[in-house]
């Protein structure tokens, strides 16, 4: 069962001279093991969307529906609902409180009420997934850690939640390239091993353009392009408006083909780009251009 | 929501009040504060609730801003006014179970709340008009002359200036954080006031941490940008007391004169 | 130790940027050039002044504005314009000639129309843009920022960036510019490449970026025309040796 957005519109400080409207008419639907990127610029209104998802915020109109139980229902069954979506803030190592990572990561099953085994078999495979050794930093402070290590000991506490959903929100900001990397290829594992559907926002393109099966593009409130990234990141008028830039396969492949290279740009890595190049070249009988 | 507060609300605008020094707003709202004590008479009353509607009406802030100023009171002001009624003595004029409510008490009720009420929409109207920054000048230079007697004017200012620099970020922080562990299934809302207490362990330890990083950060951002207290320190905008702060001074002699006049009279 | 035995020197109006991954010391560096921290052992001399000597500190300060990654743990003041004011209000300088700074850094960086704003109204490129004002209101002649772009979404980083470039080209200011973005640091004039507290590269963009192994083995990127030009190589195309940016590898491959 999916994630439904129903016309759905959230207006902040309604009532008062501040009054802002952040999302207008929204509607989208989440299938289940998809992987789908929001990206938009700062104040689009992405963050405010996603914070829907779990019912961290309730639609001034419209309805949000998990699973096909709207998350503004006052019934158990909404509570419920609302805890089948993992959240992951942006700097989500900024929410560590605990003394060990085991115990960090053990409030959100803890929270659960779960049987102690339970959640220590969670902590373990949680931890196990983000590449944290058990033995090895169960009792560790949080705080020792390097930057990128409180990062994953902070999504794995959401992943001990066992949700079926999981949104990121700018998960690789502030990481150098290293980190960035190795976690990238952590949540797209978690997509394709533990099958969950998998929401990231984002304004890294090429973050984006590695890992999304379908590209939403926010602006001013509203869904501006919904399509598989192929078609999104070719759209460069709406990017534009969007104020995002293209990643940067497709920005190098462009300029390309502007000086006569006969070459596709629908690349999203640096390999594709070079066999897309090659692939120019070799029509070409070899001859460059 | 936590961000949907309005904390140091500022209305910018170029009313009269708008205009006006903040160390002459802040004299003249002492002096009106006191005045509210002093001339406890109808017409004292009157001529200050008159002067509060006033300036509120051509202040340029919204007037509903003002009624919300005044809801955290609202409790308050019905249970004095309950207490008054019915605990003073004097001429009853409604009898209910174990209550006499008397005429007197009416009238005392009435004039407390007016009271309170008073002082809120001036230190209101003071807020509303004058942005934090002139506010928390203006209270440095009016403490400068106590130096002297070893008040650290400057870091008192500077200290306010921070800190309201500081509550918006502070409550945006506050918000993401709680959502967070709410996210991670931490429930605020209910159990007893012991429960209540520890649940609030998840959202302040990461606010500490936060808050001293940040502490730690701004006072390096400060000194490489060679802050080294008040000492030898200048300022880009000077106060300047002007015509309007002499004459809003004179306005408010006259009422003082009207109002004492008014109580000699008994009225 | 964070800095071991390093030897660097900046010349007037350069351009540098620094490399390397967390931990490499990049930091400890940048806030050894305005005396924030100081060396354990050996020199370190701000326009022929030693950062030791505790009575040249505020002439030092004043000549290294420092740029910082958080935007909003750099902003003191309540409003932008003040904020900017910051700055000089410590030096002492007069009240009329705080105004003029003032009104000059704020257009420098493009931020006049938002002098009146509270600094959480901006977004990170433009509290950025303030940061960055507040030192030039100093009159400093070196801008060193440590990762300032860390925090931004990709307009805001374009901002800083592009001021970054306009100030250096047309005040000519000295900048030190520390990222992770390697598109940022080809940008610079020479970039130099910080691992475990040393310096282990110092050269041009061209000759840095042009070595994809190197830079992937001490866990950096590269900009994505110098990757796809290594990887067209060793697939036995011919093109020309340090390609960094798109046009360069559009003309190898187009003339």
């Known amino acids: 069962m999916p994630i439904e957005l129903r016309d759905v519109t959230y207006t902040y400080m309604k009532g008062t001279p501040f009054e802002r409207t952040a999302l207008q008419n929204v509607s989208l639907t989440i299938a289940d093991g998809s992987l789908t990127a929001i990206a938009g610029h700062t104040g689009s209104g992405k963050s405010t969307l996603v914070q829907h998802l779990n019912g961290l915020l309730h639609p001034t109109k419209g309805e949000v529906l998990v699973d096909g139980v709207n998350l503004a229902g006052k019934k158990e069954e909404a509570g419920l609902a609302r805890r089948k979506v993992g959240m992951v803030f942006q700097y989500p190592e900024q929410q560590l409180f605990e003394e060990t990572v085991a115990a960090d990561i053990a409030f959100g099953p803890k929270n659960l009420e779960l049987s102690e085994d339970e959640v220590n078999r969670r902590v373990r495979s949680a931890m196990e997934f983000v590449q944290l050794d058990y033995e090895t930093y169960k009792d560790v402070s949080p705080f020792r850690l390097s930057g990128g290590q409180m990062r994953r000991v902070a999504i794995a506490g959401v992943l001990a939640l066992k949700p079926d959903y999981l949104v990121l929100d700018e998960p690789t900001a502030g990481l150098d390239p290293q980190a960035r990397e190795e976690l990238l290829r952590r949540i797209v594992d978690l997509h394709r091993k533990k099958k969950l559907t998998i929401i990231v926002v984002s304004h890294n393109m090429e973050d984006i353009a590695r890992m999304a099966e379908r590209v939403v593009f926010m602006h001013d409130g509203h869904v501006l392009v919904d399509a598989p990234p192929s078609k999104a990141f070719l759209a460069d008028e709406k990017m534009r408006e969007a104020g995002l830039t293209a990643p940067p396969t497709v920005a190098l492949l462009s300029i390309l083909r502007d000086k006569g290279l006969q070459v596709d740009a629908d690349a999203f890595t640096a390999d594709e780009a070079v066999k897309r190049i090659l692939k120019a070249i070799q029509k070409k009988g070899g001859a460059k251009c | 929501m936590l961000t949907d507060i309005t904390i140091g609300q500022f209305f910018p605008g170029t009313s009269i009040l708008h205009r006006l020094d903040p160390r002459a707003k802040l004299l003249l709202l002492l002096v009106l504060m006191a005045a509210i004590f002093v001339f406890d008479t109808p017409g004292g009353y009157a001529v200050l609730t008159g002067l509060a509607l006033l300036l509120a009406a051509t202040s340029g802030v919204p007037l509903s801003m003002y009624f919300r100023s005044l809801r955290p009171l609202w409790w308050i002001l019905a249970f004095t006014f309950l207490i008054h009624l019915c605990a003073t003595p004097g001429e009853v004029f409604f009898h209910f179970w174990i209550f006499d409510m008397t005429k007197e008490g009416l009238s005392r009720g009435f004039f407390l709340c007016l009271r309170l009420t008073l002082l809120i929409l001036f230190s209101s109207l003071l807020t509303f008009t004058t942005s934090p920054l002139s506010l928390t000048d203006g209270m440095e230079r009016l403490l400068r002359p106590l130096k002297v007697v070893g008040v650290p004017a400057h870091e008192l200012a500077m200290m306010m200036t921070i800190a309201l620099r500081f509550v918006p970020t502070l409550i945006e922080e506050t918000d993401t954080i709680m959502k967070a562990q709410q996210s991670r299934g931490a429930d605020f809302s209910t159990g007893n006031a012991l429960k209540r207490v520890r649940h609030l362990v998840p959202i302040l330890v990461p606010l500490f941490i936060s808050s001293f990083r940040r502490a730690d950060e701004l006072a390096t951002a400060m000194e490489a940008r060679c802050y080294r207290g008040g000492e030898g320190r200048t300022r880009m905008k000077e106060l300047h007391v002007g015509g309007i702060d002499y004459a809003a001074a004179g306005v408010t002699a006259l009422l003082f004169a009207a109002m004492g006049a008014m109580k000699m009279a008994g009225i | ?255």
Not at chain 3, 187 to 206: H, L, N, T
């Open chain 3, 1 to 255: 130790m964070a800095l071991d035995h390093v030897d660097l020197s900046i010349e007037e109006g350069e351009f540098v940027a620094i490399l390397g991954t967390n931990g490499s010391g990049k930091s400890t560096l940048a806030k050894q050039l305005n005396a924030i921290l100081l060396p354990t052992s050996g020199v370190c001399r701000v326009a022929g002044m030693d950062t030791r000597a505790a009575e040249r500190l505020w002439d030092i300060r004043q000549t290294v504005g420092m740029v910082f990654q958080n935007p909003d743990n750099q902003i003191i003041a309540a409003i932008v314009e003040d904020d900017v004011a910051f700055g000089p209000e410590n030096l002492g300088v007069p009240s009329d000639e705080i105004r003029r700074r003032v009104d000059e850094s704020l257009a420098a960086v493009g931020m006049t129309s938002f002098r009146g704003f509270a600094p959480h109204l901006l977004s990170g490129g433009q509290k950025q843009r303030v940061a960055i004002a507040g030192t030039l209101a100093m009159k400093t002649k070196c801008l060193v920022l440590d990762e300032p772009t860390a925090m931004l979404d990709p307009v805001g980083r374009r901002e800083v960036l592009e001021t970054v470039r306009r100030l250096h080209r047309e005040s000519g200011i000295t900048v030190v510019y520390i990222t992770h973005f390697m598109e940022e640091a080809a940008a610079a004039q020479r970039i130099v490449v910080m691992e475990d507290g040393k310096i282990v590269e110092d050269g041009s963009p061209k000759a840095i970026f042009g070595r994809v192994d190197a830079m992937r083995k001490r866990g950096l990127d590269v900009p994505l025309a110098a990757e796809v030009a290594w990887k067209l190589q060793k697939q036995g195309i011919q093109l020309p040796e340090n390609i960094v940016t798109n046009e360069e590898l559009a003309v190898a491959l187009c003339r």
